[in-house]
Nanobody, 128 residues
Framework: QVQLVESGGGLVQAGGSLRLSCEAS????????MGWFRQAQGEEREFVAA????????FYLDSMKGRFTISRDNAKNTLYLQMNSLKPEDTAVYYC?????????????????????WGQGTQVTVSS
């Protein structure tokens, strides 16, 4: 198990940028594949981006490609989501998630059921 705490959310104007952070504690961060999900008011949680254990592979929901970048700094036990060109429809609570994996694993995970640890979420609100 790993404990995750998101931060960096807030209120921004359309076209603006935010960088979300997810700090991990507990089991070694480098042993987890990571992902970002979001949930808008009244909607189901949806996949945003995923990154493999060593950061060598990433995957994004189509609507995020070219705007969002997922990255990780294993030395700091931190996952990031850089969000640019934000749109009002990006408004949601953003969650980071972790799935225990071996260091040699290169898989990416896109389903919420693939993950076993979740942060509390951070609110992102994009005004028009």
């Amino acid at each position: 198990q790993v404990q995750l705490v998101e931060s960096g959310g807030g209120l921004v104007q359309a076209g603006g940028s935010l960088r979300l952070s997810c700090e991990a504690s507990g089991r070694t961060f480098s042993n987890y594949a990571m992902g970002w999900f979001r949930q808008a008011q009244g909607e189901e949680r949806e996949f945003v981006a995923a990154i493999s254990v060593n950061g060598g592979r990433t995957f994004y929901l189509d609507s995020m490609k070219g705007r969002f970048t997922i990255s990780r700094d294993n030395a700091k036990n931190t996952l990031y989501l850089q969000m640019n060109s934000l749109k009002p429809e990006d408004t949601a609570v953003y969650y980071c998630a972790a799935r225990f994996a071996r260091l040699s694993e290169t898989y990416l995970y896109t389903r919420n059921l693939d993950y076993d640890s979740w942060g509390q979420g951070t609110q992102v609100t994009v005004s028009s």
